[in-house]
Nanobody
Framework: QIQLVESGGGLVQAGGSLRLSCAASGRSFSRYGMGWFRQTPGKEREFVAS????????VYADSVKGRFTISRDNAKDTVYLQMNSLKPEDTAVYYC????????????????WGQGTQVTVSS
């Protein structure tokens, strides 16, 4: 078992930046690939980014490629999502998740989830 807690969400103007953090506790963090997803009301949870256990490989949704960066610090049991050049359409609840297959991009491939953090981008 692994428990995940997101933080860092908030309100930001378009063009601004935020960094989300996801702190893990429980079983060894470095054993898990990690991902970030986002969701708006009435829509399915959308893949944002994924990172391998070592952090050596990453994959991004086309909608965030070049603007968002996923990273991890296994010494701190934390995964991050640096979000730059934010747009109003990035507004959503952002979730971190753990234990996918290699660089999984489907929400149902992940076994563990945090509670989410709200990101709101104003125009």
């Amino acid at each position: 078992q692994i428990q995940l807690v997101e933080s860092g969400g908030g309100l930001v103007q378009a063009g601004g930046s935020l960094r989300l953090s996801c702190a893990a506790s429980g079983r060894s963090f470095s054993r898990y690939g990690m991902g970030w997803f986002r969701q708006t009301p009435g829509k399915e949870r959308e893949f944002v980014a994924s990172i391998t256990r070592s952090g050596g490989s990453t994959v991004y949704a086309d909608s965030v490629k070049g603007r968002f960066t996923i990273s991890r610090d296994n010494a701190k049991d934390t995964v991050y999502l640096q979000m730059n050049s934010l747009k109003p359409e990035d507004t959503a609840v952002y979730y971190c998740a753990a234990d996918p297959p290699y660089l999984g991009a489907k929400w149902y491939q992940y076994n563990y989830w945090g509670q989410g953090t709200q990101v709101t981008v104003s125009s």
